[in-house]
């Protein structure tokens, strides 16, 4: 079982639905918990970070955790073609070591 | 947050050969990443690089196969060392973002390597 799990997609949305990236992770040592936004051809982004469970927004984008069920999502609002992109969720105990899932794409189509 | 500039951005190299990335970044940096980003897989931490020091080396990762200098505090290279088709992959440097709160990674724009 690998330690965080991710819907690969593809995940194709008109342009402004509400979009629902998800995650599951195994490890409940876990306690940071990270969006990152990767455009073709580019490295990744960091999008935003959320400690311990809760929510956190930031914009359009909502970053949710649930560390009973150990759950992660973020969520898009008034999606837009220019959200088309691969989402990565990832999480880390504190350290460096960081585990990533392995993304999910995202087409938001005008 | 620090920029990295990372190249070649990408390249096709002969199997056996050697290919080596470089990373630079902007800022003084103490600890360096290099990732491996394979297609439909997650990214996998392949070293990390202080300056002054050996890299250290990630399960399934050797010194051998994959080299890392790391002259000062804002450059690394990562070598690719007798090359097979299956090193086909992203490879990607990265930093930490410097938030005092957590630990999270700047990354460059990545190598994207094929052998052929």
């Known amino acids: 079982q690998k330690e965080v799990e991710q819907d690969p997609g593809p995940l194709s949305v008109p342009e402004g639905a509400i979009v629902s990236l998800n995650c599951t992770y195994s490890?409940?040592?876990?306690?940071?918990f990270m969006w990152y936004r990767q455009y073709s051809r580019k490295g990744p982004e960091l999008l935003m970070y959320?400690?311990?469970?809760g929510n956190k927004e930031d914009g359009r984008f909502t970053a949710q955790v649930d560390k009973s069920s150990k759950y992660i999502s973020l969520f898009i609002r008034d999606s837009q073609p220019s959200d088309s992109a691969t989402y990565l969720c990832?999480?880390?105990?504190?350290?460096?070591?960081?585990?990533f899932g392995a993304g999910t794409r995202l087409f938001v189509k005008a | 947050s620090a920029v990295i500039s990372q190249k070649p951005s990408r390249d096709i190299c002969q199997r056996g050969t050697s290919l080596t990335i470089q990373c630079q970044v902007d800022?003084?940096?103490?600890?360096m990443f290099w990732y491996r980003q394979q297609p439909g897989q997650s990214l996998t931490l392949i070293a990390t690089?202080?300056?002054?020091?050996?890299?250290?080396?990630e399960s399934g990762f050797v010194i051998d196969k994959f080299p890392i200098s790391r002259p000062n505090l804002t450059f690394s290279t990562l070598t690719v060392s007798n090359m097979s088709p299956e090193d086909s992959s992203i490879y990607l440097c990265?930093?930490?973002?410097?938030?005092?709160?957590?630990?999270?990674?700047?990354f460059g724009s990545g190598t994207r390597l094929t052998v052929v």
């Open positions: 800022s003084q940096v103490t600890m």
């Open positions: 490890n409940s040592a876990f306690q940071y």
């Open positions: 959320t400690y311990s469970s």
């Open positions: 690089a202080n300056q002054g020091s050996e890299a250290t080396y």
């Open positions: 990832a999480t880390n105990s504190g350290g460096f070591k960081t585990i």
């Open positions: 990265s930093v930490d973002t410097g938030d005092n709160l957590f630990y999270g990674y700047t």
